[in-house]
């Protein structure tokens, strides 16, 4: 060993800001590699939905009438509000990066309360739908009803809207496979809300002590990231599982 | 040390494990189960994958015990189905799955890249915790009765029809499952945004290059078994019934699912495996890997053709005709750049200056085996040839050629080869070359009867078989004894070695990668400097003259 007595010394500290971590050269790496790492996962996200969408497509284009009859049970008036709720929490969401990359503490807190709001939001009118589906006996498993779809005009305000005929029942009993769609797609989806609700909670906190904005903004350019994919995802699932005969 | 030899280890008299180095410099259990440091992580791996290792080649060895008689005396029918499901789970998501990726893929990834960690270094921990978790889950499933679905947790089966430990199963699966995203994420990032000055994409060593391959596989299928599991597990707790036909549903979806990343799978398992097999190959031929780029872009090329092959393993299961010729078509392709593999490393060893250590007698074994199990491959694609073999032996034969006679052997090359590097001692070099012979003399007692039991049409998966296989069966568990001794050996003297082998030196094969350019074991920081690439991978000439300006022997 010729001279590797003096190892410690070359690589003690040098200058550098408290948030690079000692294996990146530079901060422009440690961002660099960090939004690369959030692409990629959001790739294993579109692989995971990708599973359930590739369910959904399978089963709608074999039992099409069950589908078209089960969308007409969701209310598309919340589903819309909902829509909008969402793509106006990425508004503030992009609002909320952009202070943290000019520096602005108070509007990031500003913008990542009203994305958390937002978020809450959401969730409560996904609640209330999800709470109709229990009531009609729309919730796959043991106490499935077909009623709603044997005999359309036993659900005065749904019928008033589509006019639907009965369906055979072999064709209704399928309705059963659209809303274990419905509640998996959706429900994997309030899942990600729910996480990313609560990792904004934790960012609010940060944020008021000011660490998102002394330049070291990538935890928030990539939360951002997250939170505009998981809108994606609902405006697909808006278009899939609400607006099936309305082409 | 004979002339034929390329070891060159420093004077024993003086040499010393430097002081300084990943092991010594923290202390204590919690330095270890809270560090970052990829090196150590790889060593955690590394001995939480053999103890797994050993309690899966546990159950083999049972399986082939109850086989030795054509009837079931050693366990229950039921029991022997706990077995070779567990056998399999084990083996596959704890063993084959994570083996080089998480050991030596952790630990020489950013050595060889010249950077001084994986970019998330914590995430990297995070990945071992998961592995442990959904590991010591399987293991508690074992302790309360087990499950008995197969590995491919088969529809309707696992559905509607087993009453045992489906749920926490696939509880461990899907978080290991997890695990290994996390770990392909890492290397992506890392290979792209932690190369040191100089390191460009074609001068990066081809076990980086099969890594990218395999990582790109975990990040892109695993996401999909993942999405399977909770489906099977939802169709299972609520009847959601989208396998379910009673309901529509349909269980040939859930094979598309599964197969969908199982098939990935085996060359999540079997790319790394090359990658350790090029970087032996040349370091004991003392030639640069003959068609570099033609080896690299063959991971490559495998990892993209293995997305479209899945429905291979589906021909007797009702696809549709057109399906299985497309599948089947799609099928011959991988075998393309497997063989541009292989016969690029017969080209590398034609006039090379070949020596025989232990990791250069494993990585031959893997030539011998990997193609044996590669061309059956075939067999097995051809969809005709498919419906007589299918679900017989032949299958399990053609499985075992590859994952054990290919990705065991290269695991065990590998561990061998850098062994002086983690550890800084030699292991004992005779008896290292002998536990290699006698793994491959037991490898093939063990398993190229299987073939022929295949071809005569012994179902997979039963407990007892017509008398007239007998012989055949005798034979595979006799080689499934020395097959163990085989995987024991490097266990006793590989510890033995921690404390009592030769100390390595550097660089004790004279091998060109940047991690043998720095001490051994090497420094948390893995390097003194940031190293800058000067020069084309496998550059032996690059490294004589190294030696010559140094002034002294780079081993010294």
Known sequence: ?247 | MNEHTIVNLPDQATARIPKDNYITRENGLLSWLLTSDHKRIAILYLISLSFFFFIGGALAGLIRLELLTPQTDLMATDTYNKVFTMHGVIMIFFFLVPSVPATLGNFFIPMMIGAKDLALPRINLLSWYLYMAGGLLALYTMAVGGVDTGWTFTTPLSTHYVNTNVLTTGLAVFVAGFSSILTGLNFIVTIHKMRAPGMTWFRLPLFIWAHYAASILMVLATPVVAIAIVLIALERTLGIGVFDPTKGGDPLLFQHLFWFYSHPAVYIMILPGMGVISEVISTFSRKRVFGYTAVAFSSVAIAVFGFFVWAHHMFIMGISNYAVLVFSLLTMLVAVPSAIKIFNWTFTLYKGSITFETPMIYAFGFLGLFTIGGMTGVFLGSSGTDIHLTETYFIVAHFHFVMVGGMLMAFLAGIHFWWPKMTGRMYPEKLSQMAAVITFVGFNLTFFPQFILGMLGMPRRYASYPPEFQILNVFSTAGATILGVGYLLPVLYLVWSLRYGAIAGDNPWQATGLEWQTQSPPLTENFTEMPVMDHEAYDYEWLEKQKKEKGVDSAG
Not at chain 1, 2 to 9: C, Q, V, Y
Not at chain 1, 79 to 86: E, I, K, R, S, Y
Not at chain 1, 191 to 215: P, W
Request: hydrophobic share 50%; charged share 15%.
């Open chain 1, 1 to 247: 060993m010729p001279d590797n007595s003096a190892i410690t010394s070359n690589v003690a500290h040098e200058e550098h800001p408290a948030y690079l971590r000692h294996h990146f050269s530079s901060a422009e790496q440690q961002a660099d590699a960090a939004g690369f790492a959030m692409w990629l996962f959001l790739l294993t996200e579109v692989m995971f939905f990708g599973g359930l969408f590739t369910a959904y497509l399978v089963y709608r284009n074999w039992y099409y009438p069950a589908f078209v009859a089960g969308s007409h049970q969701l209310s598309v008036v919340w589903g819309t509000t909902n829509t909008a709720v969402l793509i106006f929490s990425s508004f503030t969401m992009a609002m909320g990066v952009w202070c943290a990359q000019t520096r602005r503490r108070r509007g990031l807190v500003l913008s990542l309360a009203l994305t958390f709001f937002l978020g809450l939001v959401f969730l409560g009118i996904k609640t209330i739908e999800y709470r109709e589906k229990i009531e009609k006996h729309h919730v796959p498993g043991f106490h499935y009803s077909l009623q709603s779809f044997l005999d359309p005009q036993s659900n005065p305000e749904v019928y008033a809207e589509y006019h639907d005929k009965p369906l055979v029942p072999d064709m209704a009993r399928h309705t059963e496979l659209y809303f274990s769609l419905y509640f998996l797609m959706t429900g994997m989806h309030a899942l990600h809300m729910i996480i990313g609700i609560g990792i904004l909670g934790f960012m609010i906190l940060r944020a008021r002590t000011g660490a998102y904005t002394a330049g070291h903004e990538t935890f928030v350019v990539n939360f951002g990231l997250y939170w505009h994919f998981i809108d994606i995802v609902w405006i697909y699932l808006f278009a899939l599982l609400y607006l099936i005969s309305r082409h």
